[in-house]
Antibody, heavy 120, light 106 residues
Framework: QVQLVQSGAEVKKPGSSVKVSCKAS????????INWVRQAPGQGLEWMGR????????NYAQTLQGRVTLTADTSTRTAYMELTSLTSEDTAVYYC?????????????WGRGTLVTVSS | ELVMTQSPATLSVSPGERATLSCRAS??????LAWYQQKPGQAPRLLIY???TRASGIPARFSGSGSGTEFTLTISSLQSEDFGVYHC????????FGHGTKVEVK
């Protein structure tokens, strides 16, 4: 079973950027598609995008296109999600959710989440 | 974008009772539908995928049904540990989720 460790909580000012990391324990990291999902307080889940590290292939949700960038470092088995031009509406818990297979699918694995608070 | 609509928003159920949760897709997703359970402060936990297949370790009291645009999650006899929020998710296209159904103690 892959273990996932996400970076710690962040507090950011409006207009700034945040970068959240997700480190995987397994050597099979490179065969996973790393998805990112966020959840605003009291709200539902929102898929943000995914990256396939071994291919460098990235797909983003249309609603976040241009503000979100996904990267990955296969040598450290770490995936990153950077979100720019933050507003209060970006206050949320951000989860990484790796899955095997390169098509869209369900998520059996989840990180513990990283709380990002945007406040002046 | 495929929109997922869950109902009801809140379901009040007594322990031991049956709970039925609904999820509707704005267009057909075939059987590409998953259900998750989420408790406060925790990540979602996969319950059902393929509309009706229980994930590993999920008790038999959880069952999923439906295809196309209408789906149901049934919890046959609610246990105390089953209270929480339930989300449906389609993966026929890029993933989209419903807004969740909160199952609370009646």
């Amino acid at each position: 079973q892959v273990q996932l460790v996400q970076s710690g909580a962040e507090v950011k000012k409006p207009g700034s950027s945040v970068k959240v990391s997700c480190k995987a324990s397994a050597d099979t990291f490179s065969s996973y598609a790393i998805n990112w999902v966020r959840q605003a307080p009291g709200q539902g889940l929102e898929w943000m995008g995914r990256i396939i590290p071994v291919l460098g292939l990235k797909n983003y949700a249309q609603t976040l296109q241009g503000r979100v960038t996904l990267t990955a470092d296969t040598s450290t088995r770490t995936a990153y999600m950077e979100l720019t031009s933050l507003t209060s509406e970006d206050t949320a818990v951000y989860y990484c959710a790796p899955r095997t297979g390169y098509n869209s699918g369900y998520f059996a694995l989840w990180g513990r989440g990283t709380l990002v608070t945007v406040s002046s | 974008e495929l929109v997922m609509t869950q109902s009801p928003a809140t379901l009040s159920v007594s322990p031991g009772e049956r709970a039925t949760l609904s999820c509707r897709a704005s267009q057909s997703v075939g059987s590409n539908l998953a259900w998750y359970q989420q408790k406060p402060g925790q990540a979602p936990r996969l319950l059902i995928y393929g509309a009706s297949t229980r994930a590993s370790g999920i008790p038999a009291r959880f069952s999923g049904s439906g295809s196309g645009t209408e789906f149901t999650l049934t919890i046959s006899s609610l246990q105390s540990e089953d209270f929480g929020v339930y989300h449906c998710q389609q993966y026929n296209d890029w993933p989209t989720f419903g807004h969740g159904t909160k199952v609370e103690v009646k």
